[in-house]
């Protein structure tokens, strides 16, 4: 018995989200249907807004390449990032130095650190510096450079040259989306630098990223997802994602 649109439609995004594209011939010896029967499948993902058709398959439609403002992203999402944030808290050990890259879910994270007097934070990030500002008991160091007021970050040589003089047991890094093909990204270059900067300057990196950010693809790559040591995401992400991760050996933490 042939599976039906709405079962095939499945299996489809499941592949778009995991490799980005589809291909018509192999979905129909997948499917064991028609190529005609694939591409009025493609037709309809297409009319829903779910892929670009192209020629001989269809792939992921992109993200918009401008990114909200960042008041309006810390109100996204809420919930799942501070669940994402009180995991990510509970691995950092007193007497150990992190890096918070700028982000909304590590914005949560440095609220989750208020009261670690035996934590140092360094960061980029104006909004995280803020908040460590009000109460943080540790110590924090920001990593100045250009402000960026659009990111509300600083960026550029400065601040890539002070990350260099660190070595961090842990750097939390958030990203725009995530995807198996273009790897993690970000959407504006500057930043998708200093993350990288801060994983390159870690002993482990750690991905925290809700589960709206995966199969997604954004301006600038930060790095591979095979360079990132751990994932935290919500219990929403995707379990071909979880499969998939856990298939690179890259251990996966959901957030409750």
Same mark, same amino acid.
């Given at each position: 018995?042939?599976?039906?649109?709405?079962?095939?439609?499945?299996?489809?995004?499941?592949?778009?989200?995991?490799?980005?594209?589809?291909?018509?011939?192999?979905?129909?010896?997948?499917?064991?249907?028609?190529?005609?029967?694939?591409?009025?499948?493609?037709?309809?993902?297409?009319?829903?807004?779910?892929?670009?058709?192209?020629?001989?398959?269809?792939?992921?439609?992109?993200?918009?390449?401008i990114?909200?403002?960042?008041?309006?992203?810390?109100?996204?999402?809420?919930?799942?990032?501070?669940a994402?944030?009180?995991?990510?808290?509970?691995?950092?050990?007193?007497?150990?130095?992190?890096?918070?890259?700028?982000?909304?879910?590590?914005?949560?994270?440095?609220?989750? /650190?208020?009261?670690?007097?035996?934590?140092?934070?360094?960061?980029?990030?104006?909004?995280?510096?803020?908040v460590? /500002?009000?109460?943080?008991?540790?110590?924090?160091?920001?990593?100045?450079?250009?402000?960026?007021?659009?990111?509300?970050?600083s960026?550029?040589?400065?601040?890539?040259?002070?990350?260099?003089?660190?070595?961090v047991?842990?750097?939390?890094?958030?990203?725009?989306?995530?995807?198996?093909?273009?790897?993690?990204?970000?959407?504006? /270059?500057?930043?998708?630098?200093?993350?990288?900067?801060?994983?390159?300057?870690?002993?482990?990196?750690?991905?925290?990223?809700?589960?709206?950010?995966?199969?997604?693809?954004?301006?600038?790559?930060?790095?591979?997802?095979?360079?990132i040591?751990?994932?935290?995401?919500?219990?929403?992400?995707?379990?071909?994602?979880?499969e998939?991760?856990?298939?690179?050996?890259?251990?996966?933490l959901?957030?409750?």
């Amino acid at each position: 018995m042939s599976l039906t649109y709405e079962e095939r439609k499945v299996t489809i995004l499941a592949q778009l989200a995991t490799q980005g594209k589809v291909q018509v011939q192999t979905l129909a010896q997948h499917f064991q249907v028609s190529t005609e029967t694939i591409r009025r499948d493609l037709d309809r993902l297409e009319k829903e807004g779910k892929l670009r058709k192209v020629y001989g398959g269809a792939v992921r439609v992109r993200s918009g390449m401008i990114e909200a403002p960042f008041q309006k992203r810390s109100q996204l999402q809420l919930q799942e990032k501070q669940a994402i944030a009180v995991a990510a808290a509970s691995l950092i050990e007193d007497g150990e130095t992190i890096m918070l890259d700028n982000g909304t879910t590590t914005l949560e994270i440095m609220r989750q /650190l208020q009261h670690r007097s035996q934590v140092t934070v360094i960061t980029n990030s104006v909004p995280i510096l803020a908040v460590a /500002l009000e109460s943080f008991a540790g110590k924090i160091v920001f990593a100045g450079g250009e402000i960026h007021t659009a990111v509300q970050a600083s960026t550029g040589p400065v601040a890539h040259e002070m990350l260099s003089q660190f070595k961090v047991n842990k750097s939390f890094i958030s990203a725009g989306g995530v995807s198996f093909t273009d790897g993690i990204t970000d959407y504006a /270059l500057e930043e998708a630098l200093i993350s990288r900067k801060m994983m390159e300057r870690a002993e482990e990196a750690i991905l925290v990223a809700d589960h709206t950010k995966f199969g997604r693809s954004t301006f600038s790559k930060i790095a591979p997802v095979e360079h990132i040591s751990m994932v935290i995401t919500d219990s929403a992400c995707p379990a071909e994602w979880i499969e998939n991760l856990q298939r690179l050996d890259i251990e996966t933490l959901i957030a409750d």
